[in-house]
């Protein structure tokens, strides 16, 4: 019996897929060469070792191989790390490693409700979207509409715009919402909406800030202390890949070092 889903409805376990037009797959030919597509009846990838019809695709399973002229290539079933591969980022993004720490740390659950600030190309919106489910949702917000249509772009490709609600707004004027299980923001000052931050957060939630220099983590820092936050760390994550050759195996002469720092807090009962 064939188990027809699509691509996120299984979160990140492994399903026996039957390819649709309207799925997303990753098309891996090797480490240089590795695509993130929507299948679309009629259309194809050119790479320099050859051209793949989505047509061939489409009936095809997660883990079947198709022969280019010049290589193969293996149909993957996309992980949260490809979005990173081919959709758009005007912007500058948070990386993974600084995305998975950021969403562990706030002890977000499924359909847990978040506000993201800023929205910017989205890769953060998205991935809050796949963790929290279908039950969650993620509002957005950013004070530049054109980003925000890249973010919505964005999360359609991976049909999880039904999950994010963007507002445009300036949230130095304050958020819409009050007792939402977390706060993420990405903004050049959020130590000006530290205290509206906390105006909406449910007790005990976190505050989750992401900078990417110290006297941003200073300022932060300091302000969510004044503000009624306990529990506040301020931290930078390191991740350095290896080259793995047999007798010769040694890190990468290239890898992610410094992309940022968090700043994490949990909002108290303020005393008077």
């Known amino acids: ?12 376990l492994q399903c026996n897929v039957v390819l649709n037009e309207g799925d997303i797959v990753t098309i891996w030919i090797d480490p240089k060469r590795v695509f993130l597509v929507k299948l679309a009846k009629g259309k194809r990838l050119d790479t320099d070792k050859g ?16 022969k280019l ?53 989205g890769f953060l919106t998205i991935s809050l979207a796949h963790f929290l489910g279908k039950e969650g949702k993620v509002i957005t917000y950013d004070v530049r509409r054109d980003m925000q249509e890249t973010a919505k772009f964005n999360a359609s490709v991976l049909n999880l715009q039904d ?15 009050k007792g939402v299980d977390a ?22 939630a976190a505050l989750i800030v992401f900078v990417p220099t110290v006297n941003q983590v200073e300022k932060t820092y300091l302000e969510m202390e004044k503000k009624g936050f306990v529990e506040i760390h301020a931290e930078e994550l390191i991740l350095r890949e290896y080259k793995v050759k047999e007798g010769a195996t040694r890190p990468k002469n290239v890898g992610i070092t410094h992309t940022g720092y968090i700043i994490r807090g949990r909002k108290s009962i303020k005393t008077s």
């Not at 990173?84 to 847990?112: C, F, H, N, T, W």
């Not at 999950?163 to 919402?177: Q, T």
């Not at 000052?189 to 007790?203: D, G, I, M, Q, R």
Request: proline share 6%; charged share 30%.
């Open 51 to 66: 051209y793949i019809l989505y047509d061939d695709i489409i009936g095809k399973e997660y883990g079947d191989v198709l």
């Open 1 to 12: 019996m064939l188990i027809k889903v699509r691509f996120f409805k299984c979160g990140i």
């Open 183 to 204: 706060v993420f923001l990405d903004m050049p000052s959020p130590w000006e909406v530290v205290e509206k931050a906390y105006e909406a957060l449910k007790p005990s």
């Open 163 to 177: 999950r994010i609600e963007f507002k445009l707004k300036d949230i130095r004027e304050g958020f819409e919402e």
């Open 69 to 121: 002229s010049r290589a193969t290539a293996y149909l993957l079933r996309p992980i949260l790390e490809d979005i990173y591969l081919d959709l758009k980022r005007p912007s500058q993004v948070l990386y993974p490693k600084d995305v998975a720490y950021m969403i562990y740390s706030s002890s977000v659950e499924p359909g847990s409700v978040v506000i993201e600030a800023g929205t910017g190309s």
